[in-house]
């Protein structure tokens, strides 16, 4: 079907009841942005799930880049997104307003150059992401590790996501995922394709342009209105049944799995990426930092499980805005949160 059917044969679903969640904060964003989201009826109930890795991220990961920004000598470089998101305390803004050394970068090869820069200051990276990012981390390791770079250190908040989606589709109450396109380049479709088995529920990838996410979303439905279980590539054009397997094997070679802990989720067994053999030389500590002291008045971790949608949240568009968060999903271009108030949309 044409990209004009797919609208139309979505608008006029009268199936049963589907309630789906799409995983990726990117397609979270592409959903409104595209006008797909708006056009769903009543029927399909569309759930934003924890696909942005700044908002599943605990504060006590933030609470220790805080510390490292207060402290003499050390200097904390984060993507941008990162800053705003509050830890127990304060966040690395707040941190900064305090005369504590924060700053973000576009490209996280810029901070060598700022480090080679200031030779008698430590910089703590934070490396926050999913399969996506985690090869251009484990690539600037590998780098900071060869070249003997001293004063570069990484705060890891690495996660994988298929652990993560496994726990959301045993509880049952979710009829089929929109899996993540871009992991789903380096993990392959084949991880999905068992997690669907496993799970016995529906998985589609997706793409990310209007066409590419109609054609997901209208498989979806149609799958799980037929209660057919199993996955389905509707991005076959970059997701191979492998995925990037020079990409795996670098992370293969750079981090050792480990328990992590997701907000709204507890701790996933051997969901994060931790800095292995001679490359924990250059790890700031990212071991044990489980506490999450979620902020008075922040549902995000219901708001990322799919338990809470962002406009029924208290806080939402009143004590929680984009300007003054009272949680990560508030602050990232990629929560939930975010994107339903800067787009309008009744999520």
Same mark, same amino acid.
């Given at each position: 079907?044409?990209?004009?059917?797919?609208a139309q044969w979505?608008?006029?679903?009268?199936?049963?009841?589907?309630?789906?969640?799409?995983?990726?904060?990117? /397609?979270?964003?592409?959903?409104?942005?595209?006008?797909?989201?708006?056009?769903?009826?009543?029927?399909?109930?569309?759930? +934003?799930?924890?696909?942005?890795?700044?908002?599943?991220?605990?504060t006590a990961y933030?609470?220790?880049?805080?510390? @490292?920004?207060?402290?003499?000598?050390?200097?904390?470089?984060?993507?941008?997104?990162?800053?705003?998101?509050?830890?127990?305390?304060? +966040?690395?803004?707040?941190?900064?307003?305090?005369?504590?050394?924060?700053?973000?970068?576009?490209?996280?090869?810029?901070?060598?150059?700022?480090?080679?820069?200031?030779?008698?200051?430590?910089?703590?990276?934070?490396?926050?992401?999913?399969?996506?990012?985690?090869?251009?981390?484990?690539?600037?390791?590998?780098?900071?590790?060869?070249?003997?770079?001293?004063?570069?250190?990484?705060?890891?908040?690495?996660?994988?996501?298929?652990?993560?989606?496994?726990?959301? !589709?045993?509880?049952?109450?979710?009829?089929?995922?929109?899996?993540?396109? /871009?992991?789903?380049?380096?993990?392959?479709?084949?991880?999905?394709?068992?997690?669907?088995?496993?799970? %016995?529920?529906?998985?589609?990838?997706?793409?990310?342009?209007?066409?590419?996410?109609?054609?997901?979303?209208?498989?979806?439905?149609?799958?799980?209105?037929? %209660?057919?279980?199993?996955?389905?590539?509707?991005?076959?054009?970059?997701?191979?049944?492998?995925?990037?397997?020079?990409?795996?094997?670098?992370?293969?070679?750079?981090?050792?799995?480990?328990?992590?802990?997701?907000?709204?989720?507890?701790?996933?067994?051997?969901?994060?990426? @931790?800095?292995?053999?001679? @490359?924990?030389?250059?790890?700031? %500590?990212?071991?044990?930092?489980?506490?999450? !002291?979620?902020?008075?008045?922040?549902?995000?971790?219901?708001?990322?499980?799919?338990?809470?949608?962002?406009?029924?949240?208290?806080?939402?568009?009143?004590?929680?805005?984009?300007?003054?968060?009272?949680?990560?999903?508030?602050?990232?271009?990629?929560?939930?949160?975010?994107?339903?108030?800067?787009?309008?949309?009744?999520?």
């Amino acid at each position: 079907m044409k990209e004009r059917e797919l609208a139309q044969w979505l608008r006029s679903y009268d199936g049963r009841p589907l309630k789906l969640m799409e995983v990726c904060g990117t /397609h979270t964003a592409a959903l409104y942005r595209s006008g797909i989201r708006q056009m769903l009826p009543p029927s399909i109930t569309l759930l +934003s799930g924890p696909g942005c890795p700044v908002c599943v991220t605990p504060t006590a990961y933030i609470d220790r880049l805080v510390e @490292y920004a207060l402290t003499e000598n050390c200097k904390v470089l984060s993507f941008g997104d990162m800053l705003g998101v509050p830890g127990s305390r304060m +966040s690395l803004a707040g941190a900064r307003d305090r005369g504590g050394r924060a700053d973000f970068f576009y490209n996280p090869e810029d901070a060598l150059d700022m480090a080679a820069a200031e030779p008698g200051m430590t910089f703590i990276l934070a490396a926050v992401g999913f399969e996506t990012t985690a090869p251009v981390w484990a690539s600037l390791v590998q780098r900071v590790y060869r070249e003997k770079i001293r004063n570069v250190r990484f705060l890891t908040a690495l996660k994988t996501m298929p652990r993560a989606i496994r726990l959301l !589709a045993v509880r049952g109450d979710i009829d089929g995922f929109l899996c993540p396109g /871009h992991v789903a380049v380096i993990t392959g479709s084949d991880a999905y394709r068992e997690l669907a088995a496993v799970c %016995g529920t529906t998985m589609v990838i997706g793409g990310f342009t209007p066409p590419l996410l109609l054609r997901a979303l209208v498989r979806l439905v149609l799958q799980c209105a037929k %209660g057919t279980e199993g996955l389905w590539n509707e991005y076959p054009a970059v997701v191979r049944p492998r995925g990037n397997e020079q990409a795996r094997a670098l992370l293969r070679e750079v981090f050792s799995p480990g328990n992590a802990v997701w907000r709204g989720l507890g701790s996933i067994e051997e969901s994060g990426l @931790y800095l292995a053999g001679p @490359y924990k030389e250059l790890d700031a %500590g990212s071991s044990g930092l489980t506490d999450d !002291a979620v902020p008075r008045g922040c549902c995000c971790g219901q708001v990322l499980t799919g338990r809470l949608a962002p406009v029924r949240c208290p806080s939402f568009g009143k004590a929680c805005t984009p300007e003054h968060p009272v949680g990560a999903c508030m602050v990232s271009s990629e929560g939930a949160c975010c994107v339903t108030y800067r787009e309008g949309g009744p999520a």
